[in-house]
């Protein structure tokens, strides 16, 4: 497999990974696509924009991997869009800082963002399309699932584990040994002393529940 890939999407974080792919990995970016309904303009970054339905004919998955660009504002849209990517067949690509401390026995699954300044202790385990922001810290033995947001300056203390879904706003904290549930939302600077709950928003020092988001998903505005 080459250095070639395609990333998903046109929006500020693809705009943002495209510069991180082009000066700080071995990637080189060749295209952008987005569902067909959504474009609206030939190029993005002086690179062609194609249509999702149809890239696998000029970017074939023999060829090319791919990286699916989103974000958190809909936390819910991004297993949508990485599922997406996976039923065209395509290798879903990483990007690992190079300033980033990551230990060999990391055990990393795809589609994974790792900024610079990002600390990962020893025998920690992350699942699929999770992104960790500038200067996070990932304890020991810590157990990540998929699809998790977790933003600048975040710690994730030892032995803890993190289910799908979750958003944790800069700074945001937790001490050793706390199992965080499925779309657990920590506002920036909230610190996390026990378990959470499922679908559930946290706010403080010592957090405290705050609301529920079951229905909707996380929406972040």
Known sequence: MNNKIIIYGTGPFAKLMHYHFTHDSDY????????????????????????????????????????????????????????????????????????????EDLNLGENNVIMSSCDFEPTVSIGDNNVFWTRTIIGHHAIIGHHNYISGGGGIGGNCQVGDLCFLGNGALMIND????????????????????????????????????????????
């Not at 199992?179 to 010592?206: Q, V, W």
């Open 28 to 103: 080189e970016v060749s295209a952008f696509c987005l569902d067909k309904d959504y474009i609206t303009t030939s190029e993005f970054c002086d690179l062609p924009v194609v249509d999702f339905e149809n890239v696998a004919d000029n970017y074939p998955p023999s060829e090319y991997q791919m990286f699916v660009a989103i974000g958190y504002r809909v936390m819910r849209n991004r297993p949508l869009l990485f599922n997406k990517a996976k039923q065209k067949g395509y290798q879903l690509v990483n990007f690992i800082s190079r300033k980033a401390i990551i230990r």
């Open 178 to 221: 706390i199992k965080i549930a499925d779309e657990t939302y920590m506002i920036a600077g909230t610190i996390i002393l026990k378990d959470t709950e499922i679908a559930s928003k946290y706010h403080g020092n010592p957090a405290k529940l705050i609301g529920r988001h079951a229905d909707t998903g996380i929406q972040i505005s």
